[in-house]
């Protein structure tokens, strides 16, 4: 070949890219800032930075919500309630209902036992109850106290005076409800005014542990049987005493036709 001849070219392989090379800065120095320093570092801030320039700490937090009145957290009991929101305070309102509800229940205690049994004589039916005994204070001839036992309305227990007593003795005791008294000698309204009548009867119940319970019963002027609601509980034995005659005159005698006792069913 001539030497004087050009090369030949000959295949090239592409070129790698290669990466700038990175430029270095100066940093400048800081300037000086007047602002609140930062809660954490202490470095200084502008005013409107949010976030600490050196640590990110927030540099305006979100305030604290402030606490609960002591009058949210008393209901329920077991709600829970944030610190410092009244807790001595609610606990204190609770100790002073618990007392206020104990007393009531102490002071309110017969009232509320007598209102329950009340209700439960008025939901139960009333049985009669036959007394074992009869005893009385005094007695006309033919006309003895047994006869207002009987069940017979036209037969009666009769007395010259008035404060003659008849004494009932029960078998056991038991709780009772109604009284139904028949006044004079008779129901029949053409016998019932032949003889005396009591307008009011003094009621004596003596329980099974020896109590006594008084009450007086007024009577209406009229013949047939009349209803008292008595509430009496552990009755033992029942003393009517006869009171306030009317129609006592010479030839006639204070007349009891029938007395009927109804305890709980």
Do not use: M
Request: proline share 12%; aromatic share 6%.
């Amino acid at each position: 070949p001539d030497p004087s001849a050009p090369a030949p070219i000959q295949p090239v392989r592409p070129a790698k890219p290669v990466a700038p090379r990175p430029v270095v800065r100066p940093v400048e120095a800081p300037d000086e800032v007047a602002g609140a320093p930062c809660p954490s570092c202490g470095t200084p801030n502008p005013p409107d930075r949010r976030f600490c320039r050196r640590c990110a700490t927030a540099l305006n937090p979100a305030a604290k919500p402030e606490p609960l009145p002591w009058w949210r957290t008393v209901w329920p009991f077991r709600r829970r309630v944030r610190a410092s929101s009244g807790r001595a305070v609610r606990l204190l309102v609770i100790l002073a209902v618990v007392v206020a509800l104990c007393a009531g229940a102490l002071l309110l205690l017969p009232a509320g036992r007598a209102l329950f049994e009340d209700t439960r004589d008025k939901l139960g039916k009333a049985k009669p109850i036959t007394p074992v005994g009869i005893e009385a204070s005094a007695a006309s001839p033919r006309h003895p106290a047994k006869n207002t036992a009987d069940g017979l309305s036209n037969s009666y227990w009769g007395v010259p005076a008035e404060g003659a007593s008849v004494t009932y003795t029960f078998r056991k005791p038991f709780r009772l409800v109604d009284l139904i008294i028949t006044n004079g000698p008779s129901k029949d309204p053409e016998d019932y005014t032949g003889e005396a009548r009591a307008l009011r009867i003094d009621l004596e119940v003596t329980t099974q542990d020896g109590e006594q319970r008084h009450k007086e019963l007024t009577l209406s002027d009229k013949p047939g049987p009349q209803t008292i609601h008595t509430a009496l509980s552990d009755v033992k034995t029942v003393r009517l005493v006869l009171r306030e005659p009317v129609g006592l005159t010479s030839g006639r005698q204070l007349a009891l036709a029938e007395v009927e006792f109804f305890q709980r069913g």
